[in-house]
């Protein structure tokens, strides 16, 4: 069985977490047999990359260090970098429609899972919608008809949360062509650490104090800030520090923010390689986000052993039970957040709890035979 999986998010160079999750589940069903070409576009920052899989990386402007659109997310985009968007889109779809294939998957709704939608070949479609794709048109309706298009044409739609699945088919899918499959997490990778306090002193992190984290993308829907804003909080109650990890163009922002509430005991680590390193790092783990279809990097933290802290929101609770395996707060709620974090201080027990939810209802094992039993279903092959 031929796959095709046309993605905008990929690996761009080892370590990258960009696109991780698909290259994950690709490697997956790779070894479960599947014959996977991933389509994705080239960009700035792309090196060759290696790992068993074939790639094809469509160029879209005359120089490779031009491509600055793949960089970005389209909420993100400056009205200079949507100026790449046709030529990526003619690329994309011409890419797309040239390469043979039993099925197309292709990862999230725009652009990709619409620009399938207008391929002239007759390959079957499996659409997964991660997230943005369905929250993305409700604060920006421009991007409604490509969503609604792409929901709607697909053969098979997947989601990685219930509440993704709800907001898919109220964007237009038909409830019966939509189906949930977890992303899972390896949960031999994600495992607590053997030596912790080593991992700290190798990053200058007292071993003796509480220590808090957070993973993201430092964009305004993840509101680090209100992370940054309850550590203050959290430091006049208990003896902690605190572990920002990612990049964006808030970056500076919330650096600032610190320093103006004092907060000292902070390290902003900036791209992190290595996601497994970092939860070891930390005994609780925070999710401010307000834009989530069900975060990988928290699934992640409760795979190695932190006691998650997470909105009470968008996936969150179809992964945390409030005070059984983590706990939950109110959106921007950082009073809530506080009083929340200062509670898993005192039930770092959870963290076994938190693992044990991965470890059982997460596997991503489970996913690839899922996705196996979807495309035997869709396929036109014997």
Do not use: W
């Not at 990685?160 to 977890?182: C, D, H, M, P, T």
């Not at 940054?228 to 902690?240: F, N, Q």
């Not at 500076?252 to 790092?281: C, N």
Request: overall charge positive.
């Amino acid at each position: 069985m031929k796959v095709l999986t046309a993605t905008s998010s990929f690996p761009r160079f080892e370590g990258d977490y960009y696109g991780n999750f698909v290259r994950d589940q690709c490697l997956r069903l790779a070894e479960a047999g599947v014959d996977i070409t991933v389509l994705a576009p080239r960009t700035r920052s792309y090196m060759k990359e290696g790992g068993g899989l074939n790639v094809m990386r469509f160029p879209f402007m005359p120089s490779k260090r031009l491509e600055i659109l793949p960089e970005r997310t389209l909420k993100h985009a400056s009205k200079r970098d949507l100026m790449q968007l046709p030529p990526y889109l003619c690329s994309a779809y011409l890419h797309l429609v040239a390469h043979s294939a039993d099925i197309v998957h292709a990862h999230l709704a725009i652009p990709m899972g619409f620009l399938a939608t207008l391929s002239p070949t007759k390959a079957p479609i499996v659409l997964t919608c991660h997230g943005g794709d369905c929250l993305l048109p409700l604060s920006a309706p421009i991007y409604r008809p490509f969503v609604r298009r792409a929901l709607r044409k697909a053969d098979r739609v997947v989601t990685v949360s219930a509440f993704i699945k709800n907001l898919a088919i109220r964007l237009g899918a038909s409830e019966e062509s939509v189906e949930v499959i977890y992303l899972g997490v390896d949960s031999e990778r994600f495992r607590p650490a053997s030596d912790r306090d080593a991992l700290r002193e190798a990053l200058g992190i007292p071993t003796d104090r509480l220590v808090v984290g957070t993973l993201r993308r430092l964009v305004p829907e993840k509101r680090v800030e209100d992370f940054i804003r309850a550590a203050v909080r959290i430091r006049d109650e208990i003896d902690s520090f605190f572990v920002i990890g990612g990049e964006g163009f808030h970056r500076p922002y919330l650096e600032k923010l610190s320093r103006e509430l004092g907060l000292t005991d902070i390290l902003f680590l900036g791209r992190v390689d290595d996601a497994s390193m970092f939860h070891q790092l930390c005994d609780v783990f925070v999710l401010t986000s307000v834009g989530e279809g069900l975060s990988m990097a928290l699934q992640e933290a409760m795979a190695t052993g932190c006691v998650p802290v997470a909105v009470d929101g968008f996936g969150c609770p179809e992964v945390i039970t409030d005070r059984v395996n983590g706990y939950l707060f109110r959106p921007r709620d950082v009073e809530g957040l506080t009083e929340k974090v200062l509670r898993a201080a005192s039930n770092l027990r959870l963290g076994q709890n938190a693992r044990e939810t991965i470890v059982k209802r997460f596997n991503p094992d489970e996913g690839v035979r899922r996705y196996l039993k979807l495309y035997r279903e869709i396929s036109p092959g014997p």
